[in-house]
């Protein structure tokens, strides 16, 4: 399975999914014109990934602003996580947040309150 790589913009959050590491990496901000657009490749990526058997997934998010539609897809890409932890696939998440922007580690906390597997938040390291 390939990896997917999406460079960041002002706008939109850099994507990197390595399938042979089980790992995605997100950060910057999001605020697309287009969210569903922008992350669909994400998804279907992910979507991929699980059907075709794939291992663990670690997500690792460093997202600094996210507008109404980028949390909706994040929403969606949790769902899916936590559809896989329930069939018995190791999923985590470790959301790493600037310490001087609390509304992001509240919006973390409000995303960890629905989900079942392991989902860590901490202050991001300079």
Known sequence: MNNLRIEGTVSSPFIHADASLGRLEMG???YPENSFEMFG???DWLETYF???GGPMHL????RYLNTSSVKVVMDIFDLLEEQHHGGRAVSVLWLYDTRNERVAELAEEFKEDCSFPFDIKPQQE
């Open 28 to 30: 910057g901000d999001s």
């Open 51 to 53: 059907r075709e058997g």
């Open 60 to 63: 690792e998010l460093k997202l």
């Open 41 to 43: 490749p994400l998804i």
